[in-house]
């Protein structure tokens, strides 16, 4: 069976035909009523995104595919674009009608450079039946989209840096505001979204914003795709309703005994077993789509570890909370190995974490502590068998 049965369903150009049919702003409000947010990890609704570009004036504006695909444990965006690419493009083209952007462009990860000869073919494929490039089928659209490879750094999948790597220079993050609907690529209005997210939009545009909304949840509609890895029977790229529970989920990829799960990657959150019944939506457990299960023999301290020598390795280095911070992080963990870490010095680790979450000037640092402080708080057990006990 095929892993994303929605999208093998879809009627080629059904999205782009639509939108082709529509205003600018009727294809936004079909977005928006869908209630789609973004899949790579944020969930910022799709439809404000757009509007905003829409309504910034400049000579030239930008859709930006966001298919860097770094975040450990995620590889969905690889599998949508390998088998659907016709609708990733279709998406493309339908957001550079509703933005007014003649210029797409696919940021794909370096490691994925296999798949640019599958993807040039397409977008030729494309060309060759107008639905890219001048006119496209008959509209007043002129619409083309490139690709650009990116170096393998995991910051360029965040946007500013991502913006700033298509620019030419290091990838490092901006400050923000102004945010890139306003000034993004050649300081031009850009909207950057995730592969998921466009391929969703030419769905929505087909078949329409109640069709998207009658699975998922008030506030995470529709479906999702999933990276599933780790201990479980079933591992794979999975498409299922928001709002399932990871109970739910486990089951489906034969995970049942997992004693924690990795939700939204590296820079997400460890849930343990306790609450496998809570739901993978924004509003309770948010993901960019990434599941690690951890199985009953996993050292949680492995794990961490694994996690910290990562955001060292990643870290820009531009700002001190995140350049220091994962650091000590992963220095207080090999602390903990060693029977040297006190339990005052957890706790300084604790709140050094915090800290990280609100002093970081990206989203890495940012997030980069979650996994600590979801271990800390939730396999205590575990990890004071770790601590002297005069410590
Ligand atoms: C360190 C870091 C890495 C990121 N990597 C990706 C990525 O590989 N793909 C992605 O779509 N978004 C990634 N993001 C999120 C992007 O900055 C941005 O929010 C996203 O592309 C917006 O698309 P969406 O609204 O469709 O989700 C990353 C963010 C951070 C902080
Ligand atoms: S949080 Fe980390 S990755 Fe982001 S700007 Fe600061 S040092 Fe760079």
Aim: charged letters at 20%; proline letters at 5%.
């Amino acid at each position: 069976m095929s892993p994303l049965p929605t999208y093998d369903s879809m009627i080629p150009e059904a999205g782009l035909r639509a939108a082709l049919a529509l205003d600018r702003p009727r294809i936004i409000s079909e977005i928006g009523a869908s209630g789609l947010k973004g899949r790579g990890g944020a969930g910022f609704p799709t439809a404000v995104k757009w509007n905003f570009a829409a309504a910034a004036q400049a000579d030239k504006k930008f859709v930006i595919c966001n298919a860097d695909e770094g975040e450990p444990g995620t590889f969905k965006d690889r599998v949508i674009l390998q088998e659907h690419a016709d609708l990733v493009f279709e998406g493309m083209t339908v957001a550079g009608k509703a933005v007014g952007a003649h210029e797409g462009i696919l940021f794909l990860r370096g490691e994925y450079t296999y798949l640019r000869g599958h993807l040039e073919a397409v977008l030729a494929g494309r060309r060759d039946r107008n639905l890219l490039g001048k006119g496209i089928l008959g509209s007043g659209l002129d619409f083309d989209i490139r690709i650009f490879m990116g170096a393998g750094a995991y910051i360029c999948g965040e946007e500013t840096a991502l913006i700033e790597a298509l620019e030419g220079f290091r990838g490092e993050p901006r400050n923000r505001p102004p945010f890139p609907v306003n000034t993004g690529f050649l300081g031009r209005p850009s909207i950057v979204n995730n592969v998921e997210t466009l391929a969703w939009a030419a769905c929505i545009l087909g078949r329409g914003a109640d069709w998207f909304r009658s699975v998922g949840t008030e506030k995470s509609t529709g479906r999702k795709i999933f990276s599933v890895s780790g201990d479980c029977a079933r591992p794979g790229v999975y498409e299922f309703p928001m709002g399932l529970t990871v109970a739910e989920l486990l089951k489906e990829v034969g995970g049942e005994d997992a004693k924690a799960a990795q939700i939204g990657g590296a820079a997400g959150q460890c849930v343990p077993a306790k609450d496998f019944g809570r739901s993978i939506a924004f509003e309770d457990i948010p993901t960019g789509g990434s599941i690690i299960v951890l199985g009953p023999h996993r050292d949680m301290l492995d794990v961490l570890h694994n996690f910290l020598e990562f955001f060292v390795d990643e870290s820009c280095g531009q700002c001190a909370p995140c350049r220091l911070g994962n650091t000590k992080l992963l220095e207080g963990l090999e602390m903990l190995r060693n029977g040297t870490c006190s339990m005052a010095y957890l706790k300084e680790l604790c709140d050094l974490g915090g800290t990280m979450q609100v002093a970081s000037k990206c989203g890495l640092g940012q997030s980069s502590p979650n996994a600590f402080l979801s271990v800390v708080e939730n396999f205590r057990e575990e990890l004071m068998g770790r601590i002297p006990t005069h410590a």
